[in-house]
């Protein structure tokens, strides 16, 4: 299930449920026979649907791969494909922000830009000058749950990108230099993108607000202080412990030849040592007995903004194709719930913004206004209120609906486009859904999903007293309640 905009412009994070039972789609696929109606049973909605009266959707062409795993525990995930001369590799570190101890934070973060510093066999600060002097691009990102690095490079290339991840694998350098100068990038990147935008901290007290008490209450750019007291052994210890090929996914896409590659990706990762098992941490969230309500006072605050969150599921809970569903509907785009309500019958917001922002171990629902000037956080709570509460009783139309579904539908078949999100999305299914193959059956989830959930969703999980409500008010404005 793809994050959502709002959740990556926030979070500054990148971003798709376990197996599916085989169906058999109502157009033909390389020219097998159609029977109907057929019957459809998903085991994990635990639901039948007769897919003659349920919504139908396109049937893409399937995703074809190959997938194994190295002696050392690396998983490979290969997808050959001769469209264009282009290769994307990708690697995916099963380790974020929530593998952070909660008195170094930020830790996560920190190696996704030491890991660009150089290895034993590579320059310092030559991996970005390799990658683009061939011809190709790269970035890294980090989330609560994952670390990645991507190489986008020509087909005659893979080698060279091959070879760089197998030295940052297995060689990294991590020294005085290298720390210190990631120190000075990290912090210049905490107050450019953080202290100094207006609603920067959001998430970051979001996160305190809504994850309180687990590893996810901290946010991956974590906390300075924290980078600045680590020494370097400590430094070395989260990349021997986390960095290790029995905690990655290597997906590569693109045109390459199938048996040569494998053969490469044998010498280049084979000879890296097996780490011990990685410990995962424990998430467990408590629903409040009343609204959690608090404030946060900043001079750079333009106008009024509120958030209400509620404890979601995590991303492979079935429940999570509804919420996403009822997400849309409640605020991507102008035919919108809270839209049309806040922004223009009102006139009250001058955005409004709902999300599902569901996680490996966790999840939550948000909606975020911002008010236009001299709308006060009240006027907004109970505009929000009012709209939440309207399809726990109301139930969503049948229009609503189908929208949905189709937005989600053309999400999905945009996924099935670049070597890059395909390289990605492939490596995600396998790590967070232990089904690669979701890449080609998840938006079967989607329309298993009935109208009627989108209410019992609204009903279990949006309730009046447990929601979390952080407001800013802003600058200048008198105190709130």
Known sequence: ?????????????????????????????????????????????????????APQHIVLKPIQFVEYDLPNGLHVILHENHTAPVIATYVLYHVGSKNERADRTGFAHFFEHLMFEGSDNIPRAKIDKYIS???????????????????NVPSNELKLALWIESERMMHSKIDEVGVETQRKVVKEEKRMRYDNQPYGSLFEELAQLVFAGTPYAWVPIGSVQYIDQATIDEFRDFYKTNYLPNNATLAIAGDFNLEATKKLVADYFGPIPKGPEIKRPAVKLTDPTAPV????VKANTPLNATMHAW?????????????QLLGDILSTGRSSRLYKRLVEKEQAALNVEAFPFLLENAGMLGVFATGQQGVTLDQLDTLIDEEVEKVKSGGVTEEEYRKALNQEEAEFASG?????????????????????????????RYFAVKR??????AQKYLG??????????????????
Not at 133 to 151: E, I, K, P, V
Not at 312 to 323: G, K, N
């Open 416 to 444: 099935f486009g670049t070597m890059a999100t395909r390289a990605r999305n492939l490596a995600r299914y396998h790590t967070f859904y232990g089904d690669t193959n979701l890449i080609n059956t998840e938006l079967d």
């Open 133 to 151: 002097g061939a011809g190709g691009n790269l970035n890294a990102s980090t989330s609560f749950d994952q670390t990645d690095y991507f190489f």
């Open 293 to 296: 309500k608090h404030d946060v």
């Open 464 to 481: 009046k007293d447990n929601v979390f409500i952080l407001r800013y008010p802003a600058a200048g404005a008198p105190p709130t309640k």
């Open 311 to 323: 404890h979601a599921v995590p991303e492979t809970d079935p429940d999570a194709y509804a919420l």
């Open 452 to 457: 009627e959930d989108l209410q019992r969703v």
């Open 1 to 53: 299930m793809s994050p959502t905009k709002l959740a990556v412009a926030l979070c500054a994070l990148a971003l798709p449920l376990s197996a599916l039972a085989q169906t058999t789609p109502l157009t033909p696929v390389n020219g097998a026979p159609v029977k109907e109606p057929v019957i459809k049973v998903d085991p994990l909605v635990q639901k039948t649907t007769l897919l003659t009266t």
